[in-house]
Structures are given as C-alpha cells and as structure tokens.
T-cell receptor
C-alpha cells in the first residue's frame, strides 16, 4: 500500500544545531507540504512544493528550508534550531489541487 | 491574519446526539473545503470535503454544509459515537494554488 512516512518520530536537539526531518511518500503525488502543530495555533504551513525542483514558503517559513530533488521526498531542514521550533511536525502530500492531502504520523521535535 | 477560523476550541456532546462543528473563512478565493480528524499521536486523516459549487455533501454519519454568502461551513455528525472524540480541523484551498490552510481545530468530546 502507498504511504507517507516521517523520520525520526522523536528528536531532541540542542539550540543552534542543524536538523533535518525526513518525509517520504510512495503515492507519487506532485504536491507535498510541511506543517507544524502547536497548542493554540492548530496546523500552520511551513513550506510546500508542487513538484520536483519547486518549493514555496508558507505562513511560518522563517528558520526552515526544504528541497525537492525527486517526487518522493521533501526533507525539512532547520538551519539553526531554536527553542521556538519545538513542535510536532507533519508532512503531507496530495495528488493535485482541490483533493485531500494524506498526512504522515508526525515528528515530535524538542529543542533544548 | 487567520483565513480559516474555528472559534470553538472544544465541544462536548452526549453520545447518540448530533455534533455540530463550525468553521468560518475570510478568503473569498477559497473554493474547496475539507474536514480532518486527528487522534493524539497520529497524523490528521481526511474526513469529508465539499466544493464551492455545492452547498451540502454527505458521507454516512457525516454531513458538511457550506454557506458561501456567509463564508461559513459546518460539519454535522449524527449520531455521535465515542470514537468520534478527536480534534477536528477545518481546512480550505483555492483553485489558483494548491496549498491547504487549516484552522486551529476543535476538540470534540463525546460523553457516555
């Protein structure tokens, strides 16, 4: 069965470190998204991609970057981790516009 | 500026009764609306959607109503069951781009 997987599921890192969260989907979807979930804020869009070599900033993109070198993967990089980036991160993908997105299980990141 | 608003952080409903979750949006370009359900420690899962050309969509116990003039949609769950206890996210997207914007979520408690 096709799926979307995130790794690691849990990560603790130190302030100032570079961290990369992996997202891999086997749906062959063009669109991929990264969200963060925080209490009181719901799901906020960090970055998104419409296809290979395409990336776009979402509403909370500062301090994050993504790259899309193939259809399956959209890794999220925190260039210099900050305590404000402690959150649960969700990756998602969708086949085309105006269709539902499928989410991964999430990565809980703690920055100490 | 919040484009998708869920003004009720939580809602408690007796088992067997109707649950009504509300959502408002501000962006008139939105033309596709979705509801997601989320259990703790899991990714959001798609529940039901509606296109702006419709005012109602039904799937089993779940019905979504769209009032475009009021920029309001609601999710009805009838009858409510214990397994419906979860956080429900309202989401919207516009045809001109594929990004999906989420509300803050409403936590639904189904009481025995």
């Amino acid at each position: 069965d096709a799926e979307i997987t995130q790794s690691p599921r849990h990560k603790i890192t130190e302030t100032g470190r570079q961290v990369t969260l992996a997202c891999h989907q086997t749906w062959n979807h063009n669109n991929m998204f990264w969200y963060r979930q925080d209490l009181g804020h719901g799901l906020r869009l960090i970055h998104y991609s419409y296809g290979v070599q395409d990336t776009n900033k979402g509403e909370v993109s500062d301090g994050y970057s993504v790259s899309r070198s193939n259809t399956e993967d959209l890794p999220l990089t925190l260039e210099s981790a900050a305590s404000s980036q402690t959150s649960v991160y969700f990756c998602a993908s969708s086949v085309q516009m105006n269709t539902e997105a499928f989410f991964g299980q999430g990565t809980r990141l703690t920055v100490v | 500026d919040q484009q998708v608003k869920q003004n009720s952080p939580s809602l408690s409903v007796q088992e067997g009764r109707i649950s009504i979750l509300n959502c408002d949006y501000t962006n008139s370009m939105f033309d596709y609306f979705l509801w997601y359900k989320k259990y703790p420690a899991e990714g959001p899962t798609f529940l039901i959607s509606i296109s702006s050309i419709k005012d109602k969509n039904e799937d089993g116990r779940f019905t979504v109503f769209l009032n475009k003039s009021a920029k309001h949609l609601s999710l009805h769950i009838v009858p409510s069951q214990p397994g419906d206890s979860a956080v429900y996210f309202c989401a919207a997207s516009a045809r001109r781009d594929d990004k999906i914007i989420f509300g803050k979520g409403t936590r639904l408690h189904i009481l025995p």
